[in-house]
């Protein structure tokens, strides 16, 4: 089955404590990306990948972390989370071919304290 | 600017009512839309896109250059129509840019 796929889906963790979020996907698509979701403020693009070790900064970059080592994984790191990183976090991929859909993970709850 | 704005937070409509979301874009280039929903407890899932001009699940979309805009309508609403959905613009690549939602409540 198509999917993407992320770890953890809920994590509570306090300031400064290194996490990262995996995301995998089994679609060999060449574009992944993450998104976080805020009420009010909708999906917001974190960092984004087109290939392997190929990666760019989304709209709200700032204390976040990517690689991109290999095509399906594409971790996302948060080396000193803070409060405000408190959010719905979602993984997604997609393949180069413009129109595509973008498949989405189940999503991520982490919890900063 | 590239923007996407859904003016409505919560939409709410009784069962077997029409239901229209609204979405207006900004963008300078070609654009490509979509519409994605997010049901209770599950993941964000494509919907519809304008290039497909499909009908899924009752919904339709009509890309309007002129008015920027890209509504999703359906004529009668059903309960399991209640949901999130984001309209999304494409801008090629892979940059996506979402708006920030409309949670559609129908009541029986």
């Known amino acids: 089955e198509a999917q993407v796929t992320q770890n953890p889906r809920y994590l509570i963790t306090v300031t400064g404590k290194k996490l990262t979020v995996t995301c995998s996907q089994n679609?060999?698509?060449?574009?992944m990306s993450w998104y976080r979701q805020d009420p009010g403020l909708g999906l917001r693009q974190i960092y984004y990948?087109?290939?392997?070790?190929?990666?760019d900064k989304g709209d709200v970059p700032e204390g976040y972390k990517v690689s991109r080592k290999e095509k399906r994984n594409f971790p996302l790191i948060l080396e000193s989370p803070s409060p405000n990183q408190t959010s719905l976090y979602f993984c997604?991929?997609?393949?180069?071919?413009?129109?595509?859909?973008?498949?989405f993970g189940e999503g991520s709850w982490l919890t900063v304290v | 600017a590239q923007r996407v704005t859904q003016p409505e937070k919560l939409l709410s409509v009784f069962k077997g009512a029409p239901v229209e979301l609204k979405c207006n874009y900004s963008?300078?280039?070609?654009?490509?839309l979509f519409w994605y929903v997010q049901y209770s407890r599950q993941r964000l899932q494509l919907l519809l896109r304008?290039?497909s001009r499909e009908s899924i699940k009752g919904f339709t979309a009509d890309l309007n250059k002129g008015e920027t805009s890209f509504h999703l309508k359906k004529p009668f609403a059903q309960e399991e129509d209640s949901a999130m959905y984001y309209c999304?613009?494409?801008?090629?690549?892979?940059?996506?840019?979402f708006g920030a939602g409309t949670r559609l409540f129908v009541k029986a």
């Open positions: 997604a991929s997609r393949s180069s071919n413009s129109g595509n859909t973008i498949y």
């Open positions: 679609m060999n698509h060449e574009y």
């Open positions: 990948s087109m290939n392997v070790e190929v990666t």
């Open positions: 963008y300078s280039g070609s654009p490509e």
């Open positions: 304008h290039i």
């Open positions: 999304a613009l494409g801008t090629g690549g892979f940059k996506t840019i």
